[in-house]
């Protein structure tokens, strides 16, 4: 009984962990389309890499800004929106432009943006700037 007990435990394990590489293997990057200035909005380009096909709306642009110029304690502008599309294949990784809004942030604040999938921001896709 002890036996069949364990080898179901490996098996749900086994099970558990088969489904892990499809969420690990998401990758991302931003990069910024020309400056960053106070009051206009910021064109940011973002790309996924990832195993599986991308749906509309999976995953989102968050903004963050701390008028301070510093990244510490809570952001004083935040901005987070689905990505609907079109995802265009841009060197074979799903590539798409959005723009985020600084029209009430100052210029010297320290912000970064990134991509997110549910609560989850995507590895390796945080671009840290500087408002102009």
Known sequence: MRRILSLLGMAAALVALAGAPASAAVKGT????????????????????????????????????????????????????????PWFDVGGFPTTTVQVNLNDVPSGSACKVSIARGPTIVKGSTTPYTVN
Do not use: K
Request: glycine fraction near 8%.
């Open 30 to 85: 931003t990069s910024l389309v020309g400056p960053a200035l106070a009051g206009q909005p910021l064109t940011v380009t973002a790309s996924i890499t990832s195993a599986t096909p991308i749906a509309p709306y999976e995953y989102s642009i968050e903004n963050m800004c701390w008028f301070s110029g510093h990244y510490s304690g809570h952001f004083d502008s935040s901005e987070r929106f689905d990505i609907a599309g």
